[in-house]
C-alpha cells in the first residue's frame, strides 16, 4: 500500500537521537530550548513553547488565552477534532463557521457577518482557530483585520502549514496575522518529533503563560510567586497545569528534521505540480492554494463530483484502496462527529463543509514518494474515476 503521508528518517536524524539518549539529560535539557530558537528563527516569531503534541499546544494556548466557561471559542468544521476540543477542555463553547467548499478554508465573507452579527448580540468569541488546510494559507490579510476590529483573539492551526508562506510572502508563524501560532510534527506532518507541537507568539505574557501550563503551572520565577521565594530549592504552583512537556530525544529529532523543512515543501510542491499537470483532464477539481500563497503541500485533496450522499467519493475510495492507494480523507466535519451532535450540531448545519466531504478524496503525499508511484497513484485515480462512471483515464 503507498501510504497517504509518510515521515522521512535519516542516518542524521538517527545519529541526533542517539546523542541526546546518551546526554545528561533526557528531558528538560538544553535540546527542546535550541528546537523552540530555531522554528523562532525560521518564523521570524519572537517566542516559541514546544509540547508534546499540538493537540497539547491548542489546550494551552486556549488556557494563556483565558478561555474558560461562558466563553465561546470559533472555528472551522473542516478540520481534525484538536481545533475545537481544546475550547472543550476549558470548560468553554464551540461555534463553527463554515468553510469555501473548493478550498476547505474558512469563508472570510462568512465570518466577517457572523461576527457583525455576533457583535450586534453581544455574542462575539473570545477566540478563532483558523486552520490552513492541506498546508494552504487562509486569507490572513482578510480574516486578521476582522477579528482584531471586534476584539476577538487568533489561533493559526498551523499543524499542516509548517514552512508555509502567506500571500503577502511572509511565512507562516511569525505572528503577523495571529495572537498564537501552531505547529504540528506527528510524523504525517511536514517534519516530525513522532509526537509533538509547537505554538508560536510575539507576546511575552501569552508565552510565559503557556510554559507555565506546559509544565503542572509551576513557577521558579520570584516575579511571578505569592510572596517570597524561599530559596532555591523554592517554586510554586500558580495555577492548574499539565505535564505537556516534549522530551530531549524529540527535540534532537526536530532539530535534524528542521535541517530539511524546505528541501521538504520544495518536494512537496514539485510533487502537487506533477499531480496538476496529469489530473488537468480529469473529473477532479483539486483542492487549490490562494494565488501568491505557498502552500506547505502536507495534503495534496482532490474533489470529485458531487453526489448526493457522497456515492461517487466513496466508489473512488474504494476503487483506490482495493488498488493498493493509502487515499484518505480529510476530514469528516467536527460538527457530524456524535461527540458534537450531542452538543447541538445537526446535519445541514453548515452546507458549505458537508458539500466539501462529499468529494474530498487525499491522494499520497510526502517527500519519499518516488515519482513512478505517483505515477501508479495517477492511474489508479483515473480507472477508479472510469469506473464510478466519471471521465478518467481517458486523458
Ligand atoms: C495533526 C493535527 C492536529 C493535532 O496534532 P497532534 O500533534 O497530533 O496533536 C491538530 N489540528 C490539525 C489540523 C491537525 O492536522
Sequence with gaps: MIPYGRQDITDADVAAVVEALRSDFITQGERVPAFERRLCEYTGAAHGVTANSATSCLHIACLALG???GDTLWSPPVTFVAST????????GVEFV??????ANIDPDRLAS?????????RLPRALVVVHMGGAPCDMARIAPLARRHGVAVIEDASHAVGARYADGGIVGGGQHADITIFSFHPVKIITTAEGGLALTNDAELAERMRLYRSHGITRDPARMRGESEGDWYYQQVALGFNYRMTELQAALGISQADRLDAYVTRRNELAARYDAALARMA????????GSRSARHLYIVLVPDSEGGQIRRRVFDAMRAAGIGVNVHYIPVHLQPYYSDLGFRAGDFPGA???????ISLPLYPGLDE?????????????????GCHGAAA
Design 67 to 69: 478561555l474558560g466557561p
Design 85 to 92: 476540543n481544546c475550547a472543550l477542555y476549558c470548560g468553554a
Design 98 to 103: 463554515d468553510v469555501d467548499p473548493l478550498t
Design 114 to 122: 457572523r461576527l457583525d452579527a455576533a457583535a450586534a448580540e453581544g
Design 284 to 291: 477532479v477539481t483539486p483542492v487549490t492554494p490562494l494565488a
Design 354 to 360: 458537508e458539500h466539501y466531504y462529499r468529494r474530498a
Design 372 to 388: 513512478a508511484s505517483q505515477d501508479r497513484v495517477i492511474d489508479a485515480l483515473g480507472n477508479a474515476l472510469d469506473a464510478a
